[in-house]
């Protein structure tokens, strides 16, 4: 086994201003994990400049609106090219420079995935901020990076709401006075408020560069482990952690994945529905497709509006050849029945893909019954943040797939299972945490301005490992099913929602004692929220304290993480030390009200009789 000679080859394919000296120097325990060290690129020039001589006239980015009546877009790699080097002149007429942080705020229009580009061709940092999120979790994301750009629109579309995205973030920026310049798009026509030498729009930046007479913009060089974005994600504690990830690896690795995972062949249209704001937008409808001369497509509406057809219209309408959506999408979709599919023909799929959370047996047989005919492979795949790409999956119609497990890992990836205390739990029929050995070349770096965070969160857990956060079962032949997180960690329809942030949240409103936070079972989304809450004297109109809460929650974070379920009690189980026993109440949201272990331990046994009466 030779992990880094075949990540050598791997990266011989890609265009390198200077090859690199050594492949990959790491340890663990810092951590500190280099690939192609020595080596000199831009990920831009792979993405787009080695592609206009054969490429050149073929569609890059297909758009299509969130209105099915409004005109769709095509840019081909040559047009996307020339928008990607004029906005990286903008970018640079702004003041930006190499290193600096710039933070987009946008709606899923092709423009977000030209500013990224954009961002990347001069060595800016780029951090993608999903569009749901509050003025306060931007915020909070701004001051941690020190990021002194913004780049948002003056609103979206998003269903049948239009999101006051310029309004958010003006919202933001009273605690972020360190922004020198915020650059808006014109997309809805919102009314909003320009501040003179704060703001400016896009397209007056734009026709500046034109009466340049649109000079070019020379990729800027960067080393292999030069940062290329940060993508904020929730933790365990209250504050969201900047993952960092480098130029060369994550360009390596990205593209690997997406062209063996997907079996991705010259010619086939992409369309993966994720947000750009999440890290599946960044690697499989930006960097993965574009680094191979995919088309991608880029879908800036929801799954259900106007009507549950919605993505088998898009599907028919581009012969789209590969599918890649979540499993709560799936589920959501079930629910409308079979109405929805009728005339709609599907016979361009030819693979199938889930991600952001384990795909239920029920979810993955409807999908490849009705969505593919039974004649598309589903590839299955595991991955996070902090793994830049695909980790386990099968590859489609190379490698089995079975219904619910992620199966194997990607060629170059070395799962171990292992118990509590780090011993690793060996052969097959087993459970146990989920850890990775050796690393890859999309692994996380750090996580921003704050390297020892990363190293408690990742690597110290287990000597000498990845932790994952994730359980996992491998079967009788091998391949892994992840059970769900082991950490303080919600999957809510794909998105994660550390608990402590929600807590956070909850007992910011004015009635609120204390709260924990657990995860249940829900048929949509995989997981919901469920809050025990203890409120301050009589509860009132507890329905109106519900949505009080609620909003203080949406507030905060984002809808995103809006509680499914506020039950109010009277106490919490807590040990003598004063520590939550969230294990008992996430029984009880679970509905197992029976075997809730040991509470002889607890301060206050009876209190969990109460909230077991109160149960919603």
Request: one cysteine or more; charged letters at 20%.
């Amino acid at each position: 086994m030779d992990p880094e000679g075949f990540w050598g080859d791997i990266a011989g394919h890609f265009y390198w201003r200077k090859r690199w000296d050594k492949v990959l120097e790491w340890n663990f325990r810092d951590p500190k994990v280099e690939w192609f060290i020595g080596g000199r690129l831009n990920i831009t020039e792979n993405c787009l400049d080695r592609h206009l001589g054969s490429l050149g006239n073929k569609p890059a980015i297909i758009w299509e609106p969130n209105d099915p009546e409004e005109h769709h877009r095509v840019l081909t790699y040559r047009e996307l090219h020339t928008k990607v080097v004029q906005f990286a002149n903008v970018l640079k007429n702004n003041g930006v420079q190499k290193g600096d942080r710039v933070c987009l705020y946008m709606g899923m229009v092709p423009e977000l995935a030209i500013a990224v580009l954009a961002c990347a061709r001069i060595g800016a940092i780029h951090s993608v901020i999903f569009g749901g999120f509050s003025a306060q979790s931007i915020a909070d994301r701004l001051m941690d990076a020190q990021a002194e750009y913004v780049i948002t629109c003056d609103g979206a579309y998003r269903g049948n709401k239009e999101i006051p995205l310029k309004s958010v973030i003006d919202d933001a920026l009273v605690q972020c006075r360190f922004v020198k310049r915020v650059i808006v798009l014109t997309r809805t026509r919102t009314p909003v408020s320009m501040i003179k030498g704060r703001d400016v729009w896009w397209e007056d930046e734009i026709k500046k560069v034109e009466t340049m007479g649109n000079p070019d913009c020379p990729a800027e060089e960067m080393d292999s482990e030069d940062p290329l974005f940060i993508l904020y994600t929730s933790g365990s504690t209250g504050k969201p952690k900047g993952v960092v990830h480098t130029c060369a690896g994550y360009m390596v690795y990205t593209n690997y994945t997406f062209v063996n995972t997907f079996q991705y062949e010259p010619g086939d249209i992409h369309f993966c529905t994720a947000d750009i704001g999440w890290i599946t937008g960044h690697s499989y409808i930006v960097y993965g497709p574009l680094s191979a001369g995919a088309t991608t497509l880029l879908f800036e509406g929801i799954p259900t509006w106007p009507d549950a057809g919605r993505f088998w219209e898009v599907v028919d309408k581009y012969k789209v050849n590969v599918l890649y959506t979540a499993p709560t999408a799936i589920r959501s979709l079930m629910g409308f029945g079979l109405g929805p599919l009728q005339g709609k023909q599907l016979s361009s799929l030819k693979v199938l893909g889930t991600v952001g959370e384990p795909i239920n047996e029920e979810a993955w047989h409807w999908y490849n019954e009705n969505i593919g005919k039974g004649r598309c492979p589903i590839v299955d795949t595991w991955w996070q943040t902090e793994t830049g790409g695909v980790l386990i999956s099968n590859m489609a119609g190379v490698t089995p797939a079975k219904p619910s497990y992620a199966t194997l890992p990607m060629p170059g990836v070395q799962p171990v299972l292992v118990d509590e205390n780090g011993k690793e739990i060996t052969g097959n029929n087993v459970s146990g945490n989920l850890c990775i050995r050796f690393p890859w070349p999309s692994i996380i770096r750090t996580t921003y301005g704050d390297h020892e965070r990363c190293r408690t969160n990742y690597f110290s857990a287990y000597e000498n490992m990845y932790f994952t956060g994730d359980g996992c079962y491998r079967d009788e032949e091998g391949n892994y099913r992840i059970t769900g997180r082991v950490d303080d960690v919600l999957n809510v329809s794909g998105h994660r929602i550390g608990t402590a942030e929600v807590e956070n949240a909850i007992n910011m409103h004015a009635g609120v004692v204390e709260s924990a936070v657990v995860g249940y079972p829900h048929d949509i989304k995989g997981q919901g929220i469920y809050c025990f809450v203890i409120f301050q004297g009589s509860h009132g109109d507890e329905n109106l304290n519900r949505q009080d809460i609620t909003q203080t929650v949406s507030r905060i974070i984002g809808p995103i993480a809006k509680p499914d379920k506020i039950q109010f009690v009277p106490g919490l189980p807590k040990t003598r030390s004063g520590k939550i026993m969230r294990r008992i109440l996430r029984k009880i949201a679970e509905g197992e009200l029976e075997n809730l272990g040991d509470t002889s331990t607890l301060l206050d046994p009876a209190v969990v009789d109460e909230i077991k009466k109160g149960r919603l």
